[in-house]
């Protein structure tokens, strides 16, 4: 019987473990989006998990539309990018990165005062903190065109291209928690009446695309794709998720992805995500590659879902940021140490790679 201490093949990689590290914006880059010299430390630190994703990561200047985050769009940014494979790889450990568009998400703050882009003109409730102060209202976005649709796509493959020319492991497409690709998803942003709305089939185009295009340039056993079928980020819904994600992972069969990563609360978690239901099962039994599944899981509850079949491996988030070794503190059943949130988002070693490895000898 496997558990989260077994090794798992993901894609090109056999990886030492099941035990994963969630994408998770830190806010550690410079203006420019290049990430921090602190962000190789950070990332170093917590090489023992069988995979690090990295946090989301712009893909183009148009979505730089989150304060101090990195994006992997310019040679600089790569530059920074190979220092922290190089940080991860000298401590035995696997990473991909998490790369991003934004979407309706982007606040017109970031970004010259251009409105920003979606399926349709359906506003998202939420406000972001921008350069010109605290907690701004979204703005309503404009529809993509066509040409731009597919500019977007490559932007996705130049991303792809730089993460790979950088030594990174892989990508992960971020199609989860609202964003661009989940804006085309999810019926209740996408008013589109073109081949890119209306059907399931349709509203999944965009991400087809991005999904076949970055495969070509870089090879599907370095591409995961992330997907949040259930939760509300940004307001935003599906009228029938169970038919919508079925359907968009029976596609991804036809892929031979690295993985599917399904960000999910467990039922009965006390979670800061609100959702609507669990597809988790669901979803393992349409999706036939690997599957991983993070949201408020434990050692217990993430080798139950190892054992059962409902996952290959589990992804942890808010016990990466406190524990750097988790996968040792799992293992030995010692104390976790709690995050601290003020930290999350601030700049500095504080509250980011400064949390202590435990202070024994571990084999
Ligand atoms: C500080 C913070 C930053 C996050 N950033 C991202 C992100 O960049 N991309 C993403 O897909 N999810 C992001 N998430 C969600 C996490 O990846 C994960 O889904 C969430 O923490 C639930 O997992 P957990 O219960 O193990 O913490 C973030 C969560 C937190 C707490």
Redesign the pocket.
């Known amino acids: 019987m496997s558990d989260l201490f077994d090794p798992i093949t993901v894609g090109n990689y056999t990886l030492k473990n099941r035990v994963f590290m969630?994408?998770?914006?830190?806010s550690r880059a410079d203006e420019n989006g290049v990430p921090k010299k602190i962000v190789a430390e950070y990332y170093g630190q917590r090489a023992s998990a069988g995979l690090i994703i990295a946090?989301?990561t712009a893909i183009s200047q148009q979505t730089m539309g989150w304060l101090n985050a990195p994006g992997i769009f310019t040679d600089e940014q790569q530059a920074s990018w190979a220092n922290i494979a190089d940080a991860v790889h000298a401590e035995d450990g696997r990473i991909f990165v998490?790369i991003?568009h934004m979407g309706g998400a982007v606040h017109p703050d970031f970004v010259n005062g251009d409105q920003p882009v979606s399926s349709s003109s359906v506003k998202l409730t939420g406000a972001m903190s921008t350069p010109k102060g605290p907690d701004k209202d979204l703005v309503e976005p404009r529809p993509l065109s066509k040409p731009e649709i597919k500019a977007i796509v490559q932007d996705f493959v130049g991303a792809a291209r730089r993460a790979v020319d950088a030594g990174l492991d892989g990508v992960e497409i971020?199609a989860?928690?609202g964003f661009l690709l989940d804006q085309f998803i999810r019926d209740g942003v996408n008013q589109r009446d073109d081949e890119y709305g209306g059907t399931i089939e349709n509203r999944m185009r965009f991400m087809v695309e991005v999904i076949e295009a970055v495969v070509a340039e870089i090879g599907s056993g370095k591409v995961g794709i992330?997907l949040?079928p259930t939760n509300k980020f940004w307001g935003i819904s599906d009228t029938t998720p169970s038919e919508t994600f079925g359907k968009v992972v029976e596609k991804l069969n036809e892929y031979n992805l690295a993985y599917v990563h399904l960000?999910e609360?467990l039922p009965g978690?006390n979670?800061?995500?609100e959702t609507i239901g669990f597809l988790t099962p669901e979803i393992r039994a349409k999706y036939t590659g690997t599957l991983l599944v993070?949201?408020?899981?434990d050692k217990e509850t993430g080798n139950a879902a190892i054992e059962n079949g409902e996952a290959d491996a589990v992804?942890?988030?808010?016990?990466f940021?406190a524990n750097p070794d988790l996968v040792a503190r799992y293992k030995l059943d010692a104390e976790l140490a709690a995050?601290d949130q003020s930290r999350?988002?601030t700049e500095g070693a504080e509250g980011y790679s400064d949390y202590p490895a435990l202070a024994v000898e571990y084999a």
């Open positions: 969630a994408p998770l914006t830190r946090e989301a998490q991003w971020h989860a928690n992330r949040s960000l609360p978690t979670h800061f995500i993070n949201g408020g899981y992804v942890y988030g808010a016990n940021i995050a999350f988002y």
